[in-house]
């Protein structure tokens, strides 16, 4: 219903009528808000790298598929191809692989989405140590020392190795992950691999979902698959995350940006995590605290404070208008 095959996120002359807008804003807050949970639920049997390419390889086959039928351009160049390669390591072995082992080593879903809320922040902060990149104001440091606070507040508690309530690898892998998909985002944003962010997308999904699985085979994760682990909610998980997730929140993410000002819709970076805590809390029963709330408070301020900032200069350090980058 949603996806098209556009550049950017110019707007249209006609507004769309307020119920499909609602409807679009209503899956990119569930789409990107509940996928935390579902990679969560498919985590308690599947192993992480296997089940992470599955569904983001299927995901790209299928929207290169309408991308073929509906005739439009699917190829690109040899160098394109190169800057797929590139970006689809840090989006998706990073941006998504990364996240999915900290959730099998035990990392609540809630808290794998507020540590990934940080993403604006460490865009701002590689942008502008970038040679020719942004260099940041006032207001924006305020935002970045505001939002590691909030990701030191979530992360630093669950560094004490002697506990057997905290798990330290996997928040540090999702601190790294946050990172890469930073650096990945800004390695898109400048090195594009298509004039058409659908195409480029898809490229990127297919060339992600085969790192992916390349990864879970050469460590050893398919011998420890059963049919037995195919369990109900592992499979609506799945297919939550490939069809809901993958391709209807990005196209309905990519069409609003179509048709409103992109100030409203990067409400996504405060929602979706709200969201995320809240499913985890009544899906699975994980612990919601007082450092919770503060850890997310302050890294949605941050990630405001820079994108306020951002705005206001001709060119920001995080520009919502390029869905691509959005992609998370």
Same mark, same amino acid.
């Given at each position: 219903?949603?996806?098209?095959n556009?550049d950017?996120?110019?707007?249209?002359?006609?507004?769309?009528?307020?119920?499909?807008?609602?409807?679009a804003?209503?899956?990119?807050?569930l789409?990107?808000g509940?996928?935390?949970?579902?990679?969560k639920?498919?985590?308690?049997?599947?192993p992480?790298?296997?089940?992470?390419?599955?569904? /983001?390889?299927?995901?790209?086959?299928?929207?290169?598929?309408?991308i073929?039928?509906r005739?439009?351009?699917?190829?690109?160049?040899?160098?394109?191809?190169r800057?797929?390669?590139?970006?689809?390591?840090f989006?998706?072995?990073?941006?998504?692989?990364?996240?999915?082992?900290g959730?099998?080593?035990?990392?609540?879903?809630?808290?794998a989405?507020?540590?990934?809320?940080?993403?604006?922040?460490?865009?701002?902060?590689?942008?502008s140590?970038?040679?020719?990149?942004?260099?940041?104001?006032?207001?924006?440091?305020f935002?970045?020392l505001?939002?590691?606070?909030g990701?030191?507040?979530?992360?630093?508690?669950?560094l004490?190795?002697?506990?057997?309530? $905290?798990h330290?690898? &996997?928040?540090?892998?999702l601190?790294?992950?946050?990172?890469?998909?930073a650096i &990945?985002t800004?390695?898109v944003?400048?090195h594009?691999?298509?004039?058409?962010? /659908? $195409?480029?997308?898809?490229?990127?999904?297919?060339?992600?979902?085969i790192?992916?699985?390349?990864?879970?085979?050469a460590?050893?994760?398919?011998?420890?698959?059963s049919v037995?682990?195919?369990?109900?909610p592992?499979? +609506?998980?799945?297919?939550?995350?490939?069809?809901?997730?993958s391709?209807?929140?990005?196209?309905a993410?990519?069409?609003?940006?179509?048709?409103?000002?992109?100030?409203l819709v $990067? +409400?996504?970076?405060?929602?979706?995590?709200?969201?995320?805590?809240?499913?985890?809390?009544?899906?699975?029963?994980?612990?919601?605290?007082?450092?919770?709330f503060?850890?997310?408070?302050?890294i949605?301020?941050?990630?405001?404070?820079?994108?306020?900032?951002?705005?206001?200069?001709?060119k920001?350090?995080?520009?919502p208008?390029?869905?691509?980058?959005?992609?998370?």
């Amino acid at each position: 219903m949603f996806i098209s095959n556009g550049d950017s996120g110019s707007l249209s002359g006609q507004r769309p009528a307020a119920g499909k807008i609602a409807l679009a804003f209503a899956i990119v807050y569930l789409g990107y808000g509940l996928n935390f949970l579902a990679v969560k639920v498919g985590m308690e049997t599947l192993p992480p790298f296997l089940f992470a390419g599955a569904h /983001i390889f299927l995901a790209g086959s299928i929207i290169m598929t309408w991308i073929v039928v509906r005739r439009k351009p699917a190829t690109l160049s040899s160098a394109g191809f190169r800057r797929a390669m590139v970006s689809s390591f840090f989006l998706f072995v990073g941006g998504v692989g990364l996240v999915t082992v900290g959730e099998k080593l035990g990392v609540a879903s809630g808290m794998a989405a507020i540590i990934k809320a940080s993403v604006p922040i460490w865009v701002a902060v590689f942008e502008s140590i970038r040679p020719g990149g942004e260099r940041v104001n006032a207001r924006m440091v305020f935002g970045l020392l505001l939002g590691a606070g909030g990701v030191a507040v979530m992360v630093v508690p669950q560094l004490d190795f002697s506990s057997g309530n $905290t798990h330290p690898l &996997g928040a540090g892998l999702l601190v790294l992950s946050a990172i890469l998909f930073a650096i &990945g985002t800004i390695f898109v944003r400048h090195h594009p691999p298509s004039d058409s962010v /659908i $195409t480029g997308v898809a490229w990127q999904m297919l060339v992600g979902g085969i790192y992916l699985l390349v990864a879970g085979l050469a460590i050893g994760e398919l011998p420890t698959v059963s049919v037995s682990d195919f369990t109900r909610p592992v499979i +609506t998980a799945f297919f939550f995350l490939l069809f809901v997730h993958s391709i209807a929140a990005f196209s309905a993410l990519n069409w609003l940006l179509r048709h409103l000002p992109a100030a409203l819709v $990067t +409400t996504k970076f405060y929602v979706s995590p709200a969201v995320a805590v809240t499913a985890g809390w009544l899906v699975l029963r994980e612990a919601v605290t007082a450092r919770t709330f503060a850890s997310m408070a302050m890294i949605l301020a941050g990630v405001g404070i820079i994108l306020w900032a951002g705005s206001s200069r001709h060119k920001p350090s995080l520009r919502p208008d390029d869905a691509g980058e959005l992609e998370d």
